[in-house]
């Protein structure tokens, strides 16, 4: 099974969040329209892949993608209980949870994915969430 996932990121929003990312400017700062990074649509092919055990999915709303990959395999977590709700897939379990603050026992995954999820958080929150 593959999943073919296309999404326009030229959205103003988006080029922003990733322009904060990069150039570590505060999330309250706008850029500039020439700072702004504009992209011609994405197209990402995931092959599936082999994976015994529960998956956790850090950032799994949204597009869901691990989700319609494996599906019952995965526990999706988000912080935003609307993308957890919009995400298609049938994962076993959707929960709002902060990935910097993780309330599951330890060894309970036997995989964990982040898929297009560091853009989303800043760059100090990084080696916290891994």
């Not at 329209?33 to 949204?62: N, R, Y």
Request: some cysteine; glycine content about 8%.
């Amino acid at each position: 099974m593959f999943i073919k996932w296309n999404r326009h990121v030229a959205a103003p929003m988006l080029s922003a969040i990733f322009l904060a990312a990069v150039l570590g400017l505060a999330a309250q700062e706008r850029p500039k329209p020439e700072q702004i990074l504009k992209h011609d649509k994405l197209e990402i092919v995931l092959p599936d892949f082999p994976c015994q055990g529960l998956i956790l999915d850090i950032g799994g709303g949204g597009e869901g993608v691990i989700g319609q990959l494996k599906g019952t395999q995965v526990v999706a977590i988000d912080l935003s209980k609307r993308e957890l709700e919009e995400a298609p897939g049938e994962p076993l379990l959707k929960i709002v949870m902060d990935a910097r603050d993780l309330k599951f026992l330890d060894s309970v995954f036997a995989t964990a994915t982040v898929f297009f999820t560091f853009m989303y958080i800043a760059p100090a929150d990084h080696a916290k969430v891994f």
